[in-house]
């Protein structure tokens, strides 16, 4: 019983980590001002393949050269082992590129 909770909990993680990751490279694809703009929502919602996930997403910090720090955290409704929920970040330069840490 025990083995089955966690293998179902630790599924689940793995489900919204790999959603988690898809989201991520959209928002790393996305124009390096855009990201930056302030007017932009902090807080999104979607649903993918029958689960509605939220998440944050932010500029954390900008570098001295420019280079901004964004991250993104996520909720669903799904249980998880001690109610751990996937984040994605990734550094973006002035250029476009990508970098993570």
Do not use: C
Not at 42 to 64: F, H, N, P, Q
Not at 70 to 79: G, K, N, Q, V
Not at 83 to 91: A, D, H, K, L, R
């Amino acid at each position: 019983m025990l083995g089955n909770w966690l293998a179902t909990r630790k599924k689940n993680f793995a489900t919204l980590r790999s959603l988690a990751e898809r989201i991520g490279r959209e928002f790393e694809s996305m124009p390096y001002d855009a990201l930056r703009d302030p007017t932009q929502p902090v807080s999104y919602e979607r649903e993918i393949d029958g689960i509605r996930l939220t998440w944050t997403a932010d500029v954390l910090e900008t570098k001295s050269n420019g280079d901004i720090w964004f991250d993104m955290a996520f909720r669903a409704e799904l249980p998880t082992v001690f109610g751990v929920m996937p984040t994605y970040s990734f550094y973006k330069r002035r250029d476009g590129t990508v970098y993570h840490k």
